[in-house]
Each structure stands twice: as C-alpha cells, then as structure tokens.
C-alpha cells in the first residue's frame, strides 16, 4: 500500500497537523525526489538524510555538499507550506480492514484493489484520503452532504475498492450520506455480508441501491470519474505521472504539483481558487505571480509547466508585499544559441578540452568535485522586452554559475536554469560553471531514472517512480490490466522503471553513476 498517504490520512482523519518521516530524502536526483514524493502524499516533517556537521576532529570525514543547505532549507519550506491550513481532498478511498482480516483470497484482492485504485486517482488528477471504518462508523461526522473529519475536511464521495463484508453500522451512514447528497461508489466486488455483532453473525446481503455507481470493472472509469465531486484541478490533456495535493488556508488556497517523470511536460491547468494565481519557490523563498494567469467563473487557468521531477507550489489568493516581479511561464521560450563544442575543464588536477560528457567517462570515477566549466561564446542583443535564461538540461548534482564576472547563484535539483538578462552581452561572453557531485554512495534516498530528452513512446510508458527497491524482491504488486507496477518511496507502486534504471535503494540494482556538466547548455529567451 501506500505508506506515505496512510500516514498522512491517518492524521487528516484524526486531526494532527504534523505527519513525520524518517525517510524523508536529502541532496542529489534520489533525496530530492523522495523528499518530493512523500510531500505530495501528506508528509510534512522530514527526517532528511544530509551531512550538515562534522563530528569531533575527524580530518577524513568528507565536507558537507554545497547542496545540503538547499535542501535543507526546502525540506523546511515544504513542510510549513504543508502544515498550514487544512487538507482539502473530496474523496475518501475506503480501506477495507474488515476484508482483509477475514484473510484468503478475498483479503488479498481487497489489497490490490485499494493499491491500484489510489494510483488511478493519482493518474487522473484526484485528490484524495484514506477513509478508515473507525471514520465511517464513528468518528467523522455528517452533515452538508458529507462526512468532515477531526480537520474539518469534508469527504464528498467515498470509493470502496472490492470487499466482502461491511458493517451494519457503516452501511447506515452511508444510507444518511448518500441521501444528503454524498457519493457512494463500489469499484469492482460488492460486500456480500453486513457485518453486525460478529463475523459469525454476518448473514444478511447488504441491499446496495442506495450507492451512486457500482463499477463492476475494479478501476477507475471514465463513468467512476463523472461521479465525483467537482475536480479541483482540471489538465488540458493526460498527464498521469502529474501527483498533487490540495491545501485551503484562510485566505487562499495552496497546490502541490510534482512531476513523476523523468521529462518535462507543459500543460494548461484550471485550479480552484480566487485571488493572484503564485510560484512560490520553495528552494529560494521567492514568490512570483504566474505571467499568463486568467481568472474565470471555474477557477484560474494556469500554464503548468514542469522539468524532470519538478515540484511547483502554486498559491491561489492575496500577493504578499513582499512577492517579486512576474515570472515567465516558461512555456514556448525561443532558443538563441546552443552553447556546443568543447568546454575547458580541470578534472582531479587534470586540464581538459573536450565536449560535454561524464566524469566517468572522461577516466575520473567517484570524484567529488568540485570542476570548473570555461566557455567563451558570441551572443546577439537581448530580444526586446523579452528574458534571457541559461539552461542546462542535466547537470549532475550541482552547479553555480558566473557569466562576465557575475555570480548568478547555484542549483541542485531540476529545473536547471539561470535568469542572464543583466549579465549577457552583446558580441563575447564568458561563462563559468562550476560542478559538484555527491561522493559515492551519497545521493540520498531512493528517486526515479536520470532525466531523459527523449520522450517515450506514451504518457503511461514515461519512467517515473522506482525506487525503494524497485522490482519483485521488495514485493511489489502488479496491477491487472493496467500495466506492470513496481515498488515505490514508502513501499508503494508506481509505473515500472525503463530497463536498465534501478534504484539506489533497497532491494534494486544501483544505477550506474554518472557525474559531471552532462548538457545540453542553451540560451533561451521568454
């Protein structure tokens, strides 16, 4: 199952604010997509791998990654951000404990079924939470056409994945709910027996013709999703590796996109909220309103654009005084130069005049760094009224960069890119990049395969998530007829790995590493 959401719904439903981890991710591709993917489930206090301090006098103890200040203070930034407020998830997806606790087959169903419907709600953009039997017999309470926890979120539907039996007392609140106008939907096999004093007892067959849909099919149907509440968010087109979490605060409302795969994707999204539509960075603290951004009677349209294993946090209400100036959507940016050929290079004390490749490749492995990059090029005049980016598509882990003697600041995670507008020049420029690498062993946590230019051959191919082990030894499930599932962070499942990617986590084949400026370096106007 998904122990990440479990762990969040669990305080979603019981009210606590704080939901721990102590896989919470660190520096390099792997940490950050962890930390990321556990973000968007809920988790908000991390417990983040990162060499931050020496110990005593140890001289052979490495120095901390120039990277590990960034993403501590991300980690911190993410966690408020998603502590503030309360959850604002529609749909409930019930976990079947009664099911499973009778055990048999029945009771291994009922697992797959839960796993696999909450990736296809992931897949198609729906928020949701787990919905446990202690809430719907007891704990949340009804009223306004729907059962609002101990946050004061209120569930509009509630999905049951296939189950045997259910309880005399459950299936009399769902009667209450459904007829306030709550949805109830079945999604593969129906309960067979109403569970009242005992199991012993359990003999009569539930009379179900009270539920809003029952999907025989056990996934989630274009008919499943037409029976939900209102979608918060709405895409332009398919993008099932796109995972999000919904937070209402009291004057705005807050989105946490992540994307699970390994390529950029651009989209048009339609978010629920009113007010500024707002990037705020969680890797700088900037906020930015989003240039492009339009208000209609559904809610503000959004261009959503995303790198490799991006995460955006949009904020829907008031601008901050304290926000910057509008930020390029980055959507459709016109290319100005391709910065290809030979860099110069100092690798391990070694000067060298080659074309982008890997350290490793170039003879040098498990070096740390740091490298400097040199690279003189003619550039034109800036377009007018237009903003010069520099952008390097893959850079392992971290890179800092100077054009014409100014410092431009680092990055170490995706997206990898610059604002050059006041440093370019007109005729020659010279660029100094200089790159850090995780030492051996320290890309922390367990994330996806390295970004790939290549787009696959469709949106459900697209790598994503296999790490923490991902394949059969970590005992990764499968899900029927929807496409081969692997393991992922927190010991769920997500889309199978590309061949050859594994993760550097338990259970799976460490990918081979690869350090160094990997390109491609471009100047792009927007």
Same mark, same amino acid.
């Given at each position: 199952?998904?122990f ?19 896989e919470?991710?660190?520096?390099g ?10 973000a ?63 055990g ?32 719907l ?43 306030g ?13 109403v ?41 332009d ?6 995972t ?13 996109f ?5 390529k ?42 995303l ?60 070096f ?15 377009p ?48 100094v ?14 994330g ?11 949106p459900? %191919?697209? /790598?994503? +998530? #296999?790490?923490? =082990?991902? !394949? @059969? &030894?970590?005992? *990764?499930?499968?899900?029927? $007829?929807?496409? %081969?599932? /692997?393991? +992922? #962070?927190?010991? =769920?499942? !997500? @889309? &199978?790995?590309? *061949?050859?990617?594994?993760? $550097?986590?338990?259970?799976?084949a460490?990918? #081979? ?14």
């Amino acid at each position: 199952n998904n122990f990440p959401k479990l762990a969040s719904s669990a305080a979603h439903l019981f009210g606590k604010p704080k939901v721990w981890s102590e896989e919470g991710g660190g520096p390099g591709i792997d940490g950050k997509y962890q930390l990321d993917f556990q973000a968007v489930r809920g988790v908000n206090a991390f417990q983040i791998r990162v060499p931050v301090t020496r110990f005593g006098q140890d001289t052979n103890a490495s120095a901390p990654p120039p990277q590990a200040a960034m993403i501590a203070w991300y980690a911190n930034r993410a966690g408020y951000l998603m502590a503030i407020g309360r959850p604002a998830a529609q749909v409930g997806l019930y976990h079947p404990g009664n099911t499973i606790w009778l055990g048999g087959e029945a009771a291994s169903e009922a697992d797959r079924s839960t796993t696999k419907l909450g990736w296809q709600l992931f897949e198609h953009q729906v928020d949701w939470d787990y919905f446990d039997e202690q809430s719907l017999s007891s704990v949340a309470t009804l009223g306004n056409g729907g059962f609002t926890n101990l946050s004061g979120q209120t569930y509009k539907a509630i999905v049951f994945p296939s189950m045997t039996v259910i309880t005399r007392t459950g299936l009399d609140r769902l009667r209450e709910f459904a007829k306030g106008g709550g949805k109830v939907i079945f999604v593969g096999e129906t309960p067979k027996l109403v569970l009242d004093k005992s199991f012993m007892d359990a003999k009569e067959k539930p009379d179900l013709s009270f539920a809003t849909l029952i999907e025989p099919s056990g996934d989630i149907t274009p008919a499943v999703l037409a029976a939900l509440p209102k979608p918060d968010v709405k895409l332009d087109a398919d993008f099932p590796r796109l995972t999000y979490t919904h937070r209402q605060w009291t004057d705005g409302d807050m989105y946490y996109f992540f994307n699970e795969s390994n390529k950029s994707e651009s989209r048009v999204a339609t978010i629920e909220g009113h007010g500024t539509a707002q990037d705020w960075n969680m890797g700088t603290g900037e906020i930015h309103p989003i240039a492009g951004a339009t208000a209609g009677a559904d809610g503000i349209t959004i261009p959503l654009v995303l790198a490799p294993y991006e995460a955006k946090v949009i904020v829907v209400g008031p601008l901050p005084k304290e926000a910057a100036g509008a930020e390029p959507s980055f959507a459709g940016g016109t290319t100005l130069a391709e910065l290809t050929g030979d860099w110069n290079l100092t690798l391990n004390g070694k000067p060298i005049t080659t074309e982008l490749k890997p350290w490793e490749d170039l003879g040098v492995a498990g070096f740390a760094g740091p490298v400097t990059y040199h690279k003189q090029f003619t550039a034109s005049a800036a377009p007018k009224g237009k903003h010069v980016y520099l952008e390097i598509a893959d850079v392992h882990d971290y890179a800092k960069v100077t054009l014409n003697g100014k410092e431009l600041g680092a990055e170490g995670w995706q997206p990898y890119r610059w604002d050059v507008t006041g440093a370019l020049k007109k005729g020659a420029n010279e660029l100094v990049i200089q790159v850090d690498a995780l030492a051996q062993g320290g890309r922390a946590g367990f994330g996806g395969p390295q970004p790939t230019a290549a787009a696959a051959a469709s949106p459900s %191919a697209q /790598a994503t +998530a #296999p790490p923490a =082990g991902a !394949g @059969p &030894a970590n005992g *990764a499930r499968r899900r029927s $007829g929807a496409g %081969a599932m /692997a393991a +992922a #962070p927190g010991g =769920g499942v !997500g @889309p &199978a790995a590309p *061949a050859g990617a594994g993760g $550097g986590g338990r259970g799976g084949a460490a990918t #081979p590493a690869t350090s160094g400026l990997l390109g491609s370096v471009k100047l792009v106007a927007y």
